[in-house]
């Protein structure tokens, strides 16, 4: 008797836990990541997706609802950030989530033929490669691929407009970097600029705080 009683809480709890750990879909792809934030702030993640039973579902094809540009470092991981699991996001990583060709042809691509609808561009808090680009001050001397990063940051005119004005600070230079990479993708042709103008997918910035884990949306920056 114990051990059906044992066995009938166990079926329960599986049954409860399959529950909670399907995402909402009366939420807009933005409110889902928010909620999920919330719930990472708060301490009380579910931890979505992340089943044998996901992992196999999947397998017929991806549906991610949210593409994430963010940095490589490694306390800006988006999944955990937003609560989310397999086959939830579609994430490009890059140090300051610094964009070129082979970004922009995934995210394209996720546009496109993966039917995404939100495209989030998450700089954070004390990011490294924003704070190499501030000490450098235009000499950085290595001849490294970091040269690189260090360069396209340079090269944004949000920066340039910063250091012109003698304002450039590295929280400054990180919501610049920001501001550039949704310009960036708005403005990009010939997808994401045709979507974005037609109103099929949605641009906007965000910044990561790496003490409190805390996602804050840019709002202005939405359609
Ligand atoms: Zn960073």
Redesign the pocket.
Known sequence: MKKRLLCLLFISSIFAFGQTKTADDSLTPLQKLEEGNNRFTAGKPVHPDETLERLRELKKGQHPFAIVVS???SR?PAELVFDQGLGDIFSIRT???VMGDYELGSIEYAVEHLDCKLIVVM??KD????KAFINSKGHYEHSDHIKKIIEYIESENEEKKLANNHELSIDKAIDANIEHGVLFLKTAEPILKEFYDTKKVEIVGAIYDIETGKVTFDKNTKI
């Open positions: 940095c490589s470092d800006v140090a300051g989530n700089g954070h990011c490294g490669a924003i």
